[in-house]
């Protein structure tokens, strides 16, 4: 027995080795350099410069309240049209099912470059199709990316555009998992579809949809590249500048690598915190 471990452990070496050096040491180097004041030479040990910083930024709290506003607002909205999504999918009336499940899935796989390009394209103040569509029907054209809540606005819709198939898919899986046993019993009580999907198909999937609201929560604490490249590094003025946008600015930019740091651990311990409270108030009651 001692010698299959051993055996097993010689073959996950290179594996753990390559973890260490390019993933574990860089995470437990970067709380280290949270500590040192990184914009002096040489670097110098002030546990307090980086994270009192933290404390009384504007521009991190401004980060923050765009961060957790996308989060409130967002996530919940992109749960909500994936678990009608994955309902309609898995509806035995649909045709052709496995070409609506690679177009909902698709937007994933596209680039975000250049599916960034493409909904800058779509919200032109002069020739975007949504402002065309608004003078269509008699409304004005909307300036998207000059003021903050449009603009915001536009960040919501990319990535809702370009996640709600994917968690839809996963929430197939999980309707799919669910036995027809169930829906034929209560077919024969006549209860009806609304009721069967709020009280037979919701509780049995509460699992999942938790799964997918803890990833979503996870992805938007580390949203970038939306209002990198569709608001323009989080114009206008900041008002669509996130966590990871700062994260980037403050690292890249300005290479204040020990600020940069600071921020990663803050926006780390907060999805972590968010994502046990959300998984705290969906536990079941014993």
């Known amino acids: 027995m001692r010698y299959q471990n ?40 002030s546990p307090t410069f980086n994270w009192g910083r933290l404390i009384g930024d ?12 996308i989060l409130v607002i967002q996530v919940p909205v992109m749960i909500t049209l994936a678990i009608v999504m994955a309902v309609l999918l898995n509806s035995p009336l649909l045709k052709a099912r496995g070409l609506f499940r690679f177009a909902f899935f698709a937007p994933v796989v596209v680039g975000e470059v250049a599916y960034s390009a493409v909904f800058r394209l779509m919200f032109n103040l002069d020739y975007g199709i949504i402002n065309k569509l608004l003078n269509s029907v008699g409304l004005p054209s909307i300036d998207w990316f000059s003021n903050v809540t449009p603009a915001m606005a536009v ?24 036995p027809q ?12 579809k609304l009721k069967q999907f709020i009280y037979i198909t919701l509780p049995l999937l509460k699992p999942i949809i938790v799964f997918c609201a803890v990833l979503s929560i996870i992805g938007t604490m580390q949203l970038f590249t ?35 740091s600071a921020i990663a651990y803050t926006m780390a311990g907060l999805a972590i915190a968010i994502s046990l409270v959300q998984l705290w108030l969906t536990r079941d009651p014993k």
């Open 6 to 45: 051993a055996t097993a452990y010689r073959f996950l070496a290179p594996y753990l080795l390559i973890f260490s050096i390019f993933w574990l040491w860089p995470i437990i180097d970067s709380f280290l350099i949270s500590f040192q004041a990184t914009r002096t030479v040489p670097w110098r040990f």
């Open 155 to 178: 960040i919501m819709i990319a990535v809702t555009w370009r996640w709600a198939g994917y968690n839809a898919i996963i929430l197939l899986a999980g309707l799919q998992s669910i």
């Open 58 to 69: 504007p521009a991190f709290f401004n980060a923050l309240k765009n961060t957790l506003l």
């Open 226 to 260: 939306e209002p990198f490249l569709i608001t323009e590094r989080g114009g206008p003025g900041g008002g669509t500048e996130t966590l990871g946008l700062l994260l980037y600015r403050q690292g890249f930019r300005s290479l204040n690598f020990g600020y940069a």
């Open 181 to 192: 046993d169930v829906y034929e019993a209560a077919t024969l009580d006549r209860v009806s």
